[in-house]
Antibody, heavy 123, light 110 residues
Framework: EVQLVESGGGLAQPGRSLRLSCAAS????????MHWVRQAPGKGLEWVSG????????GYADSVRGRFTISRDNAKNSLYLQMDSLRADDTALYFC????????????????WGQGTLVTVSS | QSALTQPRSVSGSPGQSVTISCTGT?????????VSWYQQHPGKAPKLMIY???KRPSGVPDRFSGSKFGNTASLTVSGLQAEDEADYYC??????????FGGGTEVTVL
C-alpha cells in the first residue's frame, strides 16, 4: 500500500525546535521529489518546503526560510523537517506529500499525502 | 510569494456545472503549465484532481476539467454531485524552486 506517515508533531514553546519525520512505503521513494505542506486551523493550504529526489534542489516558503530545514534519507525512505525558532503562526497540521516528478519545477503535483502531524506553538 | 486568488465560495445544484478561478501573476500561473487542483473534504488530506493544467490522475472522474488563460487557471466541475461538496485549492510552480497555493474555494451543492 502506498503510504506516507508523519510523526514528530506536538506542543512547543515559541523559540524552541521540533523535528518532523515522514515515513514512506509502497513506492520508490528515491525517485520522487517530496514536500511539506501545512494547514493552520480553519485555514487554507500553505506550501512550506520541497526537496528533489537526491536533495540537490531545495525550496522554502518565505515564511520559513532561514528557520526550517528540509532533508531526506533515501536509504530509510524518510523525509524530515527541522523546525527551529518556532513562532505561534507556525501552528498547523503539517502534511508530507509526494511529487509526481523527481525534481521541483517539473510537475509539482502532489499525488500522495499523509494524514498530517499537528504542531502547536504556544507558551 | 503571494497566494493565488480564488473565490471564497461557489455553489450549484446537482447536475449543474461550477467553475473555480485561480488568478496568479506572470511569475507563476502565467509562466508555467504546472497548475494543480486539490479537493479536500473536512478532516481529510487533500486529493489531487488535476495536474499540469488539464491532466486528470487515474480514478478522477472526467466531470473534472482544468484550463488556463494568461494568469488565470480554472477548474470546472460538470454534472455536480453531492460528494463534490468540499474545499478546492489550486497550486502553481512559481520559479526558483518555489510553489504557491490559492486561498481555497468552498464548493456547496445546493
Amino acid at each position: 500500500e502506498v503510504q506516507l506517515v508523519e510523526s514528530g508533531g506536538g506542543l512547543a514553546q515559541p523559540g524552541r525546535s521540533l523535528r518532523l519525520s515522514c515515513a514512506a512505503s509502497g513506492f520508490t521513494f528515491g525517485d520522487c521529489a517530496m514536500h511539506w505542506v501545512r494547514q493552520a486551523p480553519g485555514k487554507g493550504l500553505e506550501w512550506v518546503s520541497g526537496i528533489s529526489w537526491n536533495g540537490g534542489s531545495i525550496g522554502y516558503a518565505d515564511s520559513v526560510r532561514g528557520r526550517f530545514t528540509i532533508s531526506r534519507d533515501n536509504a530509510k525512505n524518510s523525509l524530515y523537517l527541522q523546525m527551529d525558532s518556532l513562532r505561534a503562526d507556525d501552528t498547523a497540521l503539517y502534511f508530507c506529500a509526494k511529487d509526481m516528478a523527481a525534481a521541483i519545477g517539473y510537475t509539482d503535483a502532489f499525488d500522495i499525502w499523509g494524514q498530517g502531524t499537528l504542531v502547536t506553538v504556544s507558551s | 510569494q503571494s497566494a493565488l486568488t480564488q473565490p471564497r465560495s461557489v455553489s450549484g445544484s446537482p447536475g449543474q456545472s461550477v467553475t473555480i478561478s485561480c488568478t496568479g501573476t506572470s511569475s507563476d500561473v502565467g509562466s508555467y503549465n504546472y497548475v494543480s487542483w486539490y479537493q479536500q473534504h473536512p478532516g481529510k488530506a487533500p486529493k489531487l484532481m488535476i495536474y499540469e493544467v488539464t491532466k486528470r490522475p487515474s480514478g478522477v472522474p472526467d466531470r473534472f476539467s482544468g484550463s488556463k488563460f494568461g494568469n488565470t487557471a480554472s477548474l470546472t466541475v460538470s454534472g455536480l454531485q453531492a460528494e463534490d461538496e468540499a474545499d478546492y485549492y489550486c497550486s502553481s510552480y512559481a520559479g526558483s524552486n518555489n510553489l504557491v497555493f490559492g486561498g481555497g474555494t468552498e464548493v456547496t451543492v445546493l
